[in-house]
């Protein structure tokens, strides 16, 4: 991972986004990358656009501390932490994140019903096409692994560990 400038990862309350902070922060961390946590807000609908914008961004903005919150106490110390908080669709706003190609792009493994994919998109996919960096995407399988033995023996988990 040498050579990245920054760790960019989707916030959107869901447990893989869960899983893809606790990655990214670790990325970050390794390669001493400027950690770029983005939450994407729209209003998506009549009802929405009739509230103030500053409701739904208030609401985006507040997702990313709820996830460092749940995940570490709140953001690590010894990281460099620039939060965006965007007005687009999230695929669009990952990928306008994204600076330059050694950037690292984190996602949530999406876990929505076939259905839901078809009608609103793939984020994961959209991103892998537009990028222009490295794209991974981590299943929340993979916190839940990582929390499994900790939570049988009661020792410390290790998402707040900082």
Do not use: K
Request: net charge positive; hydrophobic share 45%.
């Amino acid at each position: 991972m040498t050579g990245t400038t920054r760790v960019i990862v989707g916030l959107s309350g869901s447990l893989s986004s869960l899983a893809a902070l606790y990655h990214a922060v670790g990325e970050a961390a390794r390669s001493q990358a400027v950690l770029v946590p983005v939450a994407a807000w729209t209003a998506a609908n009549e009802r929405d656009e009739r509230r103030p914008i500053s409701e739904p961004e208030h609401a985006a903005r507040r997702r990313l501390d709820v996830a460092f919150e749940q995940a570490y106490g709140g953001y690590p110390s010894g990281l460099v932490v620039h939060p965006l908080v965007v007005n687009a669709e999230p695929g669009p706003a990952l990928v306008g994140a994204v600076t330059c190609p050694e950037d690292l792009l984190v996602l949530g493994a999406a876990t929505r019903r076939r259905l839901d994919r078809l009608r609103h998109g793939s984020v994961a996919r959209h991103c892998r096409h537009r990028a222009g960096c490295r794209v991974v995407e981590v299943s929340p399988s993979a916190l839940l692994t990582r929390l499994e033995l900790p939570a049988r023996t009661g020792a410390p988990l290790p998402l707040l560990a900082r």
